[in-house]
């Protein structure tokens, strides 16, 4: 038996709508973008399975908290530095 996280099921409604209105999809199925960085944004896509990790969805949250799920960038940006987001996100993969 499974949940689902409201948070999570907005920003998947909210990613879908702004890929849709993409020129270009350059992103492969089961991955989805986001912008990391604190300055300058730098993009990264990432495999949807992420959206399982609970040190992820933490950071949705945050993403949430300053920037709600409006992203004219085309995909989610998140508040944190891109060295902490590899470091995360490389801990995900293992």
């Known amino acids: 038996m499974g949940f689902r996280l409201p948070a999570i099921t907005s920003a998947k409604k909210s990613l879908t709508r702004s890929l849709s209105g993409s020129k270009t999809l350059d992103i492969p199925k089961g991955y989805f973008a986001v912008y990391v960085g604190e300055s300058q944004k730098k993009r ?23 920037f709600g799920f409006d ?15 590899v470091e995360l996100t490389s ?3 293992e």
């Not at 990264?44 to 609970?54: A, G, K, M, R, T």
């Not at 992203?71 to 987001?85: A, D, L, N, Q, V």
């Open 44 to 66: 990264f896509v990432v495999p949807i399975s992420y959206l399982n990790h609970p040190s992820f969805q933490d950071l949705l949250r945050q993403a949430e908290e300053e």
């Open 91 to 93: 801990s995900l993969s």
């Open 71 to 85: 992203h004219p960038m085309g995909g989610i940006t998140i508040p944190c530095s891109e060295h902490t987001f």
